[in-house]
């Protein structure tokens, strides 16, 4: 099992920028994809953005690309979520995710307890 914590999080006013990290520990960190889901007050949770198998390759969300940037640094175990161009829309709890090679996105997946973002318009 990998452990996965969050931190970051907080209140910024719409356009200015965060940057979350997530320590992962348990596991051997080149053992999972690595990705950012969020989930805002009434909604589902949704991908924001994630690595491919690979460990080198990402993708993002529609609604942030260009905006928000993954990325990593292996000898930490840390993968990091920078935010710019923040808006009132993007207001949520942010996770960090851990799944297996070839396995989907679920419940299954490995989950952090969540960093809370605010954007203030």
């Known amino acids: 099992q990998v452990q996965l914590v969050e931190s970051g999080g907080g209140l910024v006013q719409a356009g200015g920028s965060l940057r979350l990290s997530c320590v992962v520990s348990g596991r051997t960190f080149s053992s999972y994809v690595m990705g950012w889901f969020r989930q805002a007050p009434g909604k589902e949770r949704e991908f924001v953005a994630a690595?491919?198998?690979?460990?080198?390759?990402?993708y993002y969300a529609d609604s942030v690309k260009g905006r928000f940037t993954i990325s990593r640094d292996n000898a930490k175990s840390t993968i990091y979520l920078q935010m710019n161009h923040l808006n009132p829309e993007d207001t949520a709890v942010y996770y960090c995710?851990?799944?297996?090679?070839?396995?989907?996105?679920?419940?299954?997946?490995?989950w952090g307890q969540g960093t809370q973002v605010t954007v203030s318009s």
């Open positions: 690595y491919r198998s690979s460990g080198i390759t990402t």
């Open positions: 995710a851990a799944k297996p090679h070839g396995s989907a996105w679920d419940d299954s997946s490995s």
